[in-house]
């Protein structure tokens, strides 16, 4: 069974930092991309960042220059640095894998983690 578990988010003052991280698990041998999305109360889910599995990035507008995205594929694992944080990215950020392939099921899959939360507030 495919799971993503990310960590390191928390309580923040704005023009601080916090390091997000996702590792993924469940014998996936493939997949084209990992990425961060977040969510603000009464707000549509959102693109942060993403990876492709080749080093390509893309980052939301609100974001490019603040945040960074990286991954080991090696461990099937996504980051993401945030610096420069503001009150109006407080939201819960959740990672995604993208058309992953896992031994013993065919065809691809999306699959999500379970968010964890990001305040930003003084």
């Known amino acids: 069974q495919v799971q993503l578990v990310e960590s390191g988010g928390g309580l923040v003052q704005p023009g601080g930092s916090l390091r997000l991280s996702c590792a993924a698990s469940?014998?996936?041998?493939?997949?084209?991309?990992m990425g961060w999305y977040r969510q603000a109360p009464g707000e549509q889910r959102e693109l942060v960042a993403t990876i492709t599995r080749r080093g390509s990035t893309d980052y939301a507008d609100s974001v490019k220059g603040r945040f960074t995205i990286s991954s080991d594929n090696a461990k099937i694992t996504v980051y993401l640095q945030m610096n420069s944080l503001k009150p109006e990215d407080t939201a819960v950020y959740s990672c995604?894998?993208?058309?992953?392939?896992?031994?013993?099921?065919?065809?691809?899959?999306?699959?999500w983690g379970q968010g964890t939360q990001v305040t930003v507030s003084s």
């Open positions: 995604n894998i993208e058309k992953a392939a896992v031994r013993g099921r065919g065809g691809r899959y999306d699959y």
């Open positions: 469940g014998s996936i041998f493939s997949w084209n991309a």
